[in-house]
């Protein structure tokens, strides 16, 4: 059957990755590799038509200086895994354990995986160390690894959070992001690895360069900074800090328009701030009403987040919602940094003031220093 391009049906363009305008500027190299392979095959063999069912979507490189699950664009289903290691377990083990671990990504990443239920689609991932581990084996990582402290306000469940060594796996589809954590799981299961907790969580799916929404429904990402910035690396590792998030989102929903906006800080519908009219604007949270009351109002979540109360440093968010149960939903708040004392900076100001608390619970945290990414005959953990 032919498939005129421009149809509904034309499973190759939906297939194509869908790059965001900063993903762009940091994946171009990705995408060119990728749109020239996607030439290479698009043409049916007897039509000049495309043929979408035989087109591979471009593979998302797993080798380079840092992990794909940090320089990919962010795929719209994911998977966070906490595993631990037996006390037992010293320097080699761990080592060995991460290479076992990277091999079984890179192959998901090429598709040479051998596996009917995976496919060649795009994957990516990220693998981490925690604060207990690295003190534990006395590890090589950055001083600037810690566990947080606790916040006013934290209803954390420990079986929910922390672990020696946290992954993540991204994919289009839950199927895939449930599949190769089978395979991770079994390739460490030599090492006596336990599993901690994981969780899985989505992002709904939006046109090209566009933001997605959040459970409260507003665009969530919009400020972040070009993933390519120094300040937020570290011999490129760099840290996660992990959150994950009820929010009340009926609760919220209930308030009018104009009160989640004055919480927020920024328009509902076009993201923009309510100081500018583009949802790329910069918030600036000086700029007063003629009453002399901030237009950013004191209890703002921009406000309180905003990288001009702390020197202009910045963290680079990229937060998944999740979906339990009906009365467990929110975020998983994931952001990287060189520093976490900038989220513990940032959380201060926003568990004594934030207008969203009255509908937000952290149930769970966790911190990982993200290694830097690896080479076929440097696998991931060889710096340790
Ligand atoms: C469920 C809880 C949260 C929700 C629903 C939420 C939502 C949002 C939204 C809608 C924005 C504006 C759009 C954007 O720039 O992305 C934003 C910005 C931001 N949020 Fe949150 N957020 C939450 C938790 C947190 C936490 C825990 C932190 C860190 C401690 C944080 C830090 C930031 C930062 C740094 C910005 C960007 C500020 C700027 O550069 O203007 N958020 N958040």
């Known amino acids: 059957m032919h498939i005129e391009s421009g149809n509904p049906q034309d499973t190759a363009a939906a297939g194509r990755p869908r790059f965001g305008r900063r993903a762009l500027l940091s994946a171009g190299a990705v995408l060119a590799a990728g749109a020239g392979a996607a030439a290479a095959t698009a043409i049916g063999r007897d039509s000049g038509h495309p043929a979408p069912a035989a087109t591979p979507p471009a593979a998302v490189p797993h080798y380079g200086a840092r992990q794909s699950g940090l320089t990919y664009r962010q795929l719209p289903a994911t998977r966070l895994l906490a595993l631990d290691l037996p006390a037992s ?76 060594l946290l992954l993540q ?11 190769l954590t089978e395979h ?7 090492f006596g690895v336990s599993s901690r907790w994981n969780q899985a969580g989505f992002l709904p799916s939006v046109p090209d360069g566009e933001t997605p929404r959040n459970l409260f429904g507003f665009k969530d990402g919009s400020a972040n900074p070009d993933p390519a910035d120094p300040g937020l ?29 004055l919480s927020m800080g920024r328009h509902l ?9 583009g949802e790329h604007d910069d918030p600036d949270i000086y700029i007063k009403h003629p009453d002399g009351s901030y237009v950013i109002p004191v209890d703002a979540h921009v406000r309180l987040s905003s990288p001009r109360l702390d020197g202009g440093a910045r963290m680079l968010r990229r937060g998944y919602s999740y979906d339990d149960a009906p009365d467990d939903r929110g975020l998983l708040f994931c952001a ?49």
């Open 89 to 164: 377990a010293d320097r080699d083990a761990l080592r060995g354990l991460l290479a076992a671990l990277d091999k079984v990504l890179a192959a998901a990443s090429d598709g040479s995986l051998a596996d009917p239920r995976l496919s060649a689609a795009p994957v990516s991932s990220l693998a981490a160390i925690g604060p207990s581990l690295a003190a534990r084996l006395k590890l090589p990582v950055p001083a600037e690894l810690a566990e947080l402290p606790a916040f006013p306000g934290d209803r954390l469940d420990a079986a929910r959070s922390g672990g020696d």
């Open 169 to 179: 796996v991204s994919a289009e589809h839950p199927w895939t992001t449930g599949v």
């Open 184 to 190: 991770l799981l079994t390739a460490a299961k030599p």
């Open 233 to 261: 690396w570290n011999a490129d590792g760099t840290i996660l800090v992990y959150r994950r998030i009820r929010m009340d989102t009926a609760a919220f929903a209930a308030l009018p328009t104009d009160r989640q906006e």
């Open 269 to 277: 519908m076009s993201g923009a701030p309510l100081t500018g009219t």
């Open 336 to 384: 990287f940094m060189r520093d976490p004392a900038l989220f513990t900076r940032v959380q201060n100001r926003l568990a004594e003031n934030d207008a969203l608390n009255p509908f937000l619970t952290h149930n769970a945290t966790a911190v990982a220093w993200v290694l830097p990414g690896s080479q076929p005959d440097r696998p991931l953990g060889s710096t340790l």
